[in-house]
């Protein structure tokens, strides 16, 4: 496979590395990445030990002192030319990401550009770190407050985004004076390894030293639990299913560090009586069916009125029936593969507890066999069926591309009710070209969730605004906008320019 050593990607590479420099030795253990895509084993990572992990954090350390002194725009420039390079690697990069996750190769290629994107944003955002003047309630006094960087930031990702939301966090953080330890999923470890080698060019081009870009690939309980339990570390930014998210935010939470949390989605996009169906049609199918079902924003509830729920039904079996599925590397297909057998096993619990529960199977429900499927066996039918919201499985986020249509009856609050009826509450959607309806969705009172879209989808957000959720889905927020005050702290600084000592609140203490 060209992009392979379009990348210099070798058959067998070491899982850790300080930023410029990989850490070999005899310890370490090997483990097999197999794709998804035609289920061959195509690398060997060396899995990073706990020996590895002091001296990684070790070196950030130094690194972090050093690099919080450059000025911030010195480090905006830094990240303008990572993102130029990962520019040049892009074709490449989007091949492997399709490769070792299963998505389409256009999602792939557009993984590649949001990480892109988000150099290109640090850049502007370095020379805006801004902290706040205001006015103090004594005479010749000065209140602001100004931003410093945290240190080590770990960031711990998930197998489905295995670049874009490491950039999040790793531009961002870096932007603002911060080194970071990436530990990226077990699942994904090539396409970290891949930007791992392209960032280590520009650090040595720019004689920058190693420790402020490092990765651990590594077991759970070797790398994982260390880093969350770290008081060296004093943020963690966990992108992970409810779960595991619940498990670090408390194992961070009983140190007093800080988290920030990208978790689990159950997304509805609602379709009223005055939807476009024009528009909501294909964007339901994308955010249903892109990444396998697979994206934190997948769509996987669908709350339909009542009047146009046959039409809808229709419409959306036709558009199933049309889903060309195989290898995500060929461009004419829309679905590739699950990312492994576990995530089709859950598939197959969730289709089988749909029947149980009283719901029914309109189209899918089966595992694909036969050429080319077979290779890898993670390939499975886009499925939709009619249930209601309350049914157990309803409520779990199974990662999977398992669209659910449930009916309302009366008016657009019901609907809103519904679609707030789930523990999660990360993305939303409404179709209507009322404008009441919208604003009522958009309201105090409307969707819960940390987006909230109108007239668009519910996956495949842009990066200038700030990602994440509410509820079970954690309450973090990454990206643009102001998510990078998360990855600083915040000092608020009184200065006294006269020449007496008067104290806040008025409060007299007079001594001789
Ligand atoms: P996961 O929870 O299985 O794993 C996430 C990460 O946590 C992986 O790197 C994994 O190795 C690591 N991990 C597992 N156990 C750990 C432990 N004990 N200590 C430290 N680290 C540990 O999730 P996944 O299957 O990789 O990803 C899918 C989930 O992620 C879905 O729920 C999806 O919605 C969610 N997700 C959320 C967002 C978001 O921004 N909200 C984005 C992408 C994915």
Not at 140 to 151: F, V
Not at 388 to 404: G, K, S
Not at 412 to 421: F, H
Not at 468 to 476: A, F, H, L, S, V
């Amino acid at each position: 496979m060209e992009f392979l050593k379009d990348l210099g990607l070798k058959k067998n590479m070491p899982g850790a590395a300080t930023g410029t420099d990989w850490l070999t030795h005899k310890n370490h253990q090997k483990s097999a990445v197999c794709s998804p895509v035609d289920g061959k084993t195509f690398a060997y990572i060396q899995k990073a030990t706990a020996e590895d992990y002091e001296q990684v954090i070790e070196t950030a350390g130094k690194a972090f002192s050093l690099w919080r002194n450059i000025p911030a725009p010195q480090r905006g420039d830094i990240i303008r030319k990572i993102g130029s390079r990962l520019r040049d690697f892009k074709g490449p990069l989007g091949s492997l990401i399709s490769y070792e996750t299963g998505k389409p190769i256009q999602e792939g290629l557009g993984e590649v550009q949001e990480i892109i994107d988000i150099c290109d944003f640090c850049v502007g955002q370095s020379r805006m770190l801004y902290g706040m003047t205001t006015v103090s309630e004594r005479p010749h006094h000065r209140l602001y407050e100004q931003y410093h960087p945290l240190g080590i930031v770990g960031i711990i990702t998930a197998f489905n985004f295995p670049l874009a939301v490491w950039g999040w966090n790793a531009m961002i953080g870096a932007i603002c004076g911060n080194v970071s330890v990436w530990k990226p999923s077990s699942k994904t470890p090539i396409t970290a390894i891949a930007a791992q080698k392209i960032i280590a060019e520009v650090l040595k081009e720019n004689s920058l030293p190693e420790g402020i870009f490092s990765l651990l690939i590594g077991d759970r309980d070797v790398i994982g639990e260390r880093l969350l339990g770290d008081r060296q570390v004093p943020l963690i930014s966990f992108t992970g299913s409810v779960a595991t998210g619940r498990r670090a935010a408390t194992t961070v939470a009983a140190r007093l560090g800080r988290s920030i949390l990208e978790l689990g989605g159950n997304n509805a996009i609602i379709i009223t009586e005055h939807a476009d169906l024009r528009l909501a049609i294909p964007a339901v199918v994308f955010g249903a069916v892109g990444t396998a079902g697979q994206r934190c924003t997948t769509t996987r509830r669908l709350i339909i009125h009542d009047s146009i729920f046959s039409k809808v039904k229709k419409q959306l079996i036709k558009a199933y029936e049309s889903i060309q599925i195989g290898n995500p590397l060929s461009a004419t297909n829309h679905m590739g593969p699950l990312i492994d057998q576990d995530a089709v096993q859950s598939y197959i619990r969730a289709v089988k507890a749909i029947q149980k529960q009283g719901g029914e199977i309109l189209h899918g429900g089966k595992i694909l066999e036969g050429t080319p499927y077979n290779a890898s066996c993670c390939y499975v039918e886009p499925t939709l069926a009619v249930v209601e919201n309350h049914f157990p499985i309803v409520q779990e986020e199974t990662f999977a591309p398992i669209l659910y249509l449930v009916r309302y009856t009366g008016e657009v609050s019901e609907a809103i009710a519904l679609q707030n009826q789930v523990r999660q509450g990360l993305s939303s959607a409404i179709f209507t070209t009322d404008y009441r309806q919208a604003e009522m969705f958009l309201a105090a009172t409307g969707s819960d969730c940390g987006i909230a879209n109108v007239n668009i989808g519910t996956s495949g957000a842009e990066i200038g605004g700030a990602f994440g959720g509410e509820k079970d889905t954690g309450g973090g927020r990454e990206s643009g906008s102001d998510a990078w005050k998360a990855y600083m702290r915040r000092q608020t600084v009184t200065g006294n320019f006269g020449s007496s000592l008067p104290l806040a609140q008025g409060i007299r203490f007079d001594i001789t």
